[in-house]
Each structure stands twice: as C-alpha cells, then as structure tokens.
T-cell receptor, first 112, second 115 residues
Framework: QKEVEQDPGPLSVPEGAIVSLNCTYS??????FMWYRQYSRKGPELLMY????GNKEDGRFTAQVDKSSKYISLFIRDSQPSDSATYLC????????????FGDGTTLTVKP | ETGVTQTPRHLVMGMTNKKSLKCEQH?????MYWYKQSAKKPLELMFV???????ENNSVPSRFSPECPNSSHLFLHLHTLQPEDSALYLC??????????????FGPGTRLTVL
C-alpha cells in the first residue's frame, strides 16, 4: 500500500466549476501538507502548504487537512482554463521536511 | 537567470553513452535535490545535498552519480543507462533542507530518453 494515495483522475470540468482534489495518507507522522501545480513541460510549483489540521485559503484556492481521517483536499473555486494542470499532493514529517512523499498526481482540464 | 535552471531540457542517449545533467539555483539556497518523474508514478526522490554534503541516497543504482561542487550547482552523471531510466529528471532547491517550512523550488526538468 502506498503511503500517499491521490485520486487518479483525469478530471475534466467546465469553466466556473468548483473542483475538489483529494489525497489520503497512512503515515500519522506527516505534519506538513503541500499542493503543487505542474503545467505541461514544467517543473512542479508550490501552490499551498498547510501545517497540521485546518483550512487555508488563498484566493480561489482552499486547502483542507483532516488529520483524524488522514485526508487532505484542495478546492478550486470558479475554475479557469489556466488552472488546467497536474496537481500533486505532498506531505512530510516535522523533522524530515526535505524528504516529502508525493502522490501520483491528478490531471485537471478546465474547458472554456 | 532566476530560480532553478536545468540543462539540457531534452536528452536522447544510447545505453553505452555517458552524459551529465546540470542544475543551477539562483536563490541562495543550501539544499538541492534530484527527483525522477515517470509517467503514472509519483515523484521519486533520488538524492539530497545539504551544504554540499550528500544526506540522502534513496537506493539509486550506481549508474546515476551525483555531484555537488557548491551550494548553487548540482550535476547528475549518467552512464550505461537502461531504457526504463527514461523519465523527466527534476532538480529542486530549498533554503535549509530540513524543518517544516523548508519549501522546495523545482526546475523545469530534463526529459531523458534512453534508446
């Protein structure tokens, strides 16, 4: 069983839709939770990170962490074609943040 | 140049060739990383360097040989690779290499094809 499981996708939504991207994990030592966005032919870029449980909002993006369920989500409101990319969740423990464990990625396409 | 740069962006090599990938970071960071990204697989951490010292080798075959001459440059030397080594090789850097908020910044990657 993988340490981090990510909804496989691909996901295709119309412009303006609310998108939910999800990951589950098994390692209770994970404390830092990240979402990366990777456009085609580019490296991943950090979108959001959250420490421990709770919500974090940044513009149209909201990251949620539920440590009791070992479940994290990224919500995208009013999705735009420019949001079309692969989204990677990643997580790390407090003492080994340089060694993040990544999900497989979910490819999202937002159609105009 | 800003951020993390990688050269070449694309590389095709035979199994008997020797080649090197180069990474340079312009962020003043102290930690650098090599990752392998294959289709339908999660990012695989290969090596970590912290203040030029290798701190992580994630059971990588010896046909991959990293070199970190200083905190700004990282190389991956390749020799006698196999077709299954074809992948996107990503370099990343981070300020300190540890601690919860040590964010990694990725380069654009080198797309490697082994024939």
């Amino acid at each position: 069983q993988k340490e981090v499981e990510q909804d496989p996708g691909p996901l295709s939504v119309p412009e303006g839709a609310i998108v939910s991207l999800n990951c589950t994990y098994s390692n209770s030592a994970f404390q830092y939770f990240m979402w990366y966005r990777q456009y085609s032919r580019k490296g991943p870029e950090l979108l959001m990170y959250t420490y421990s449980s709770g919500n974090k909002e940044d513009g149209r993006f909201t990251a949620q962490v539920d440590k009791s369920s070992k479940y994290i989500s990224l919500f995208i409101r009013d999705s735009q074609p420019s949001d079309s990319a692969t989204y990677l969740c990643a997580m790390s423990s407090n003492t080994n943040a340089g060694k993040s464990t990544f999900g497989d990625g979910t490819t999202l396409t937002v159609k105009p | 140049e800003t951020g993390v740069t990688q050269t070449p962006r694309h590389l095709v090599m035979g199994m008997t060739n020797k080649k090197s990938l180069k990474c340079e970071q312009h962020l003043g960071h102290n930690a650098m990383y090599w990752y392998k990204q294959s289709a339908k697989k999660p990012l695989e951490l290969m090596f970590v360097y912290n203040f030029k010292e290798q701190t992580e080798n994630n059971s990588v075959p010896s046909r991959f040989s990293p070199e970190c001459p200083n905190s700004s440059h990282l190389f991956l030397h390749l020799h006698t690779l196999q077709p299954e080594d074809s992948a996107l090789y990503l370099c990343a850097s981070s300020p300190t290499g540890g601690g919860g908020t040590d964010t990694q910044y990725f380069g654009p990657g080198t797309r490697l094809t082994v024939l």
